[in-house]
T-cell receptor, first 114, second 114 residues
Framework: QQQVKQSPQSLIVQKGGISIINCAYENTAFDYFPWYQQFPGKGPALLIAIRPDVSEKKEGRFTISFNKSAKQFSLHIMDSQPGDSATYFC?????????????FGTGTKLQVIP | EAQVTQNPRYLITVTGKKLTVTCSQNMNHEYMSWYRQDPGLGLRQIYYSMNVEVTDKGDVPEGYKVSRKEKRNFPLILESPSPNQTSLYFCASMIERGRTGELFFGEGSRLTVL
């Protein structure tokens, strides 16, 4: 049972274009939605995150859009660069025993071509 | 430098030969966790630990063991590895209790079981 559904599995974007990755969830107990970025040979690292009381969060060229009623959220990468080529994981977390249990999407491999 | 260190980074072994993947963090985090990453399946939690001597199963615990005797270390043990445990493994620690759930990952251990 995939609690966080992510699409597309892979994405090719030209330099300067907009990359868009979508995620959907079912569990309304989720209260924090991070995105992780993973470069080849490295572990995932937190990129940007949002709470469900906010509809949008922007950090530089990266923007999360959040639609609470639809239980969907997406990552937009503006002016995509070859250095953005990586695997992106959306995630959703909920309180569990004093910590946050994090559930990941299946990942999107982004390739930005010059 | 704050980091999560895993060893070995690469390992090829044969079915049934016990192995241990070590994980150490220098951030004094209480929470640590193991994930496996497989194509199309994303990151799935194997085991986690909320403190010394406190461990619990994640989503895919079968065939694995863990221990938490010290706060900084959280080894993953495969008592009798099988080919379906061929995967990329990540250890992670989580910043602070009950907050955002940001995970800090190691660089990964690629395991092949023949």
């Amino acid at each position: 049972q995939q609690q966080v559904k992510q699409s597309p599995q892979s994405l090719i974007v030209q330099k300067g274009g907009i990359s868009i990755i979508n995620c959907a969830y079912e569990n309304t107990a989720f209260d924090y939605f991070p995105w992780y970025q993973q470069f080849p040979g490295k572990g995932p690292a937190l990129l940007i995150a949002i709470r469900p009381d906010v509809s949008e969060k922007k950090e530089g060229r990266f923007t999360i859009s959040f639609n609470k009623s639809a239980k969907q959220f997406s990552l937009h990468i503006m002016d995509s660069q070859p250095g953005d080529s990586a695997t992106y994981f959306c995630a959703a977390s909920r309180p569990s025993g004093g910590y946050q249990k994090v559930t990941f999407g299946t990942g999107t491999k982004l390739q930005v071509i010059p | 430098e704050a980091q999560v260190t895993q060893n070995p980074r690469y390992l090829i072994t044969v079915t049934g030969k016990k192995l241990t993947v070590t994980c150490s963090q220098n951030m004094n985090h209480e929470y640590m966790s193991w994930y496996r990453q497989d194509p199309g399946l994303g990151l799935r939690q194997i085991y986690y630990s909320m403190n010394v001597e406190v461990t619990d199963k994640g989503d895919v615990p079968e065939g694995y063991k863990v221990s938490r005797k010290e706060k900084r270390n959280f080894p993953l043990i495969l008592e009798s590895p099988s080919p379906n445990q061929t995967s990329l493994y990540f250890c992670a620690s989580m910043i602070e209790r009950g907050r955002t759930g940001e995970l800090f990952f190691g660089e990964g251990s690629r395991l092949t079981v023949l």
